[in-house]
């Protein structure tokens, strides 16, 4: 099974999200149409209250504990660490899933 971690950003780049999911495509749905996991509505989350919805950044890993300490990591950097991390696979910081269905 693959795991990702991701970053999401609004449409201005001044906010940064980092997320752990199994299923990347579904988690970016449930971030953009304000759903939790369980497809209930949540008008108080981070990525609504900051319109979080460009995916800027994603690594792929197959094991879970992994990609759950890598959010961690990633969570505890400075804003600048994580601008350098999304500048070395997305430097223009475009939405990596604006062609997804």
């Known amino acids: 099974m693959a795991y990702y971690v991701y970053m999401l950003t609004n ?3 001044s906010v940064l999200y980092t997320g752990v999911t199994n299923n990347l495509e579904r988690r970016l749905y449930e971030h953009k149409n304000n759903l939790l996991c369980n497809n ?3 008008p108080s989350t981070f990525t609504k209250r900051y319109n979080c919805y460009k995916l800027v950044f994603l690594e792929q890993t197959t094991c879970v504990y992994s990609a759950i300490a ?3 990591q ?7 660490k994580k601008n350098n991390l999304v500048e070395t696979l997305n430097p223009e910081w475009d939405d990596l899933a604006k062609n997804w269905v």
Do not use: A, C, M, V
């Open 40 to 42: 209930t509505q949540n």
């Open 74 to 80: 990633i969570k505890g950097w400075t804003r600048q």
């Open 70 to 72: 890598r959010e961690k």
């Open 11 to 13: 449409h201005s780049n």
